[in-house]
């Protein structure tokens, strides 16, 4: 069984940054493809951005796009979400996933592995 651990959330003011990292105890190589999603209470986990291994192409919500940046660092094992410029609307908790399944990145359950979560308040 994979683990993953997300880090970095926090509570910041609306147009402040964070950035979110992600260590699973599996190589992050191993994942042809891992993503970012965010849940808030009542509401259905929704994809926000996506990174493949090969050529690296990225993929994001339409709501994140300019503002997010997805990026993974196989020598530190590492996926990261650079979030910027954040709005209110961005609140909820965010969680990484790991080994996707054949079909879109943005399924709910698409990947195989997911991690606990870690919560950004914005206000």
């Known amino acids: 069984h994979v683990q993953l651990v997300e880090s970095g959330g926090g509570s910041v003011q609306a147009g402040e940054s964070l950035r979110l990292s992600c260590v699973p105890s599996e190589p992050t190589y191993t994942s042809d493809c891992m993503g970012w999603f965010r849940q808030v209470p009542g509401k259905e986990r929704k994809g926000v951005a996506a990174?493949?291994?090969?050529?690296?192409?990225?993929y994001y919500a339409d709501s994140v796009k300019g503002r997010f940046t997805i990026s993974r660092d196989n020598a530190k094992n590492t996926l990261y979400l650079q979030l910027n410029s954040l709005k209110t609307e961005d609140t909820a908790k965010y969680y990484c996933?790991?080994?996707?399944?054949?079909?879109?990145?943005?399924?709910?359950?698409?990947?195989?592995?997911w991690g606990q979560g870690t919560q950004v308040t914005v206000s």
């Open positions: 990174i493949y291994t090969g050529g690296g192409s990225t």
């Open positions: 996933a790991m080994y996707l399944y054949p079909g879109a990145w943005d399924r709910t359950d698409g990947y195989k592995y």
